[in-house]
């Protein structure tokens, strides 16, 4: 990306004229060592799920990082269910970018996803239902490709947050409450 991109804007409507100061749209560096590994955490205390461990590998089972989306993978979760079992959840995913925003400094910044990432059928998607209860080491094979239209979007080599947050569907649940939420911040390739 351009570095120290000198912007004159001059705008001339009703006898007005604006000029815009220099701006440093400069990358950011990877927040929480996630050049190097995954870094992840709950959204806060209390849930029914608390995820220990994350992990991630390539389809022969070596370890895989940065993510490359667009390729299926496999994630490793240690987590733990603290209430009853789960036979069937949705999933919502908001993704954010790190980036220097137009007043300097960087922040997490939402990607615009358009509602695809809502009501993802936990169960279909990741084949680990049912969700026991204690504790629990989940092996799933993930394949993002019926995604493409928003991978397609992502920038290469760039650190982004995924906030993942599941909902209870078990038969007879007509509240959905939230069960789970995690922050996994990554590097995507």
């Known amino acids: 990306m351009m570095r120290n991109i000198a912007v004159l804007l001059a705008i001339t409507a009703a006898g007005f004229q604006i ?4 701006i440093d749209l400069a990358d950011c560096p990877f927040p929480n060592g996630t050049d190097k590994q995954i870094h992840s955490y709950m959204c806060s205390d209390g849930e029914q799920f ?8 390539d389809s022969k089972g070596n370890p895989l990082y940065p993510i490359d989306p667009s390729h299926p993978f496999i994630l490793n979760l240690t987590t733990y269910n603290h209430g009853p079992q789960i036979d069937d959840n949705h999933v919502n995913v908001k993704i954010n970018q790190y980036k220097s925003g137009w007043q300097g400094g960087c922040s997490w910044t939402a990607l615009p996803t358009f509602g695809l990432l809502n009501g993802i059928d936990g169960c279909e998607f ?11 080491f989940l092996i799933l094979p993930l394949d993002l490709s019926q995604f493409s239209a928003i991978i397609d979007l992502i920038a290469a080599n760039k650190p982004y947050e995924l906030e993942i947050r ?9 509240k959905h409450e939230e069960i789970a939420c995690v922050m996994a911040q990554v590097e995507l390739s």
């Not at 608390?50 to 590998?57: A, M």
């Not at 990741?126 to 629990?136: E, I, K, V």
């Not at 599941?166 to 007509?174: C, E, K, Q, S």
């Open 50 to 57: 608390s995820i220990t461990d994350i992990q991630t590998l």
């Open 166 to 174: 599941m909902f209870n569907y078990n038969a007879g649940d007509t």
């Open 126 to 136: 990741a084949h680990n239902c049912p969700l026991t209860s204690g504790p629990l």
């Open 19 to 22: 000029n815009a100061m220099p």
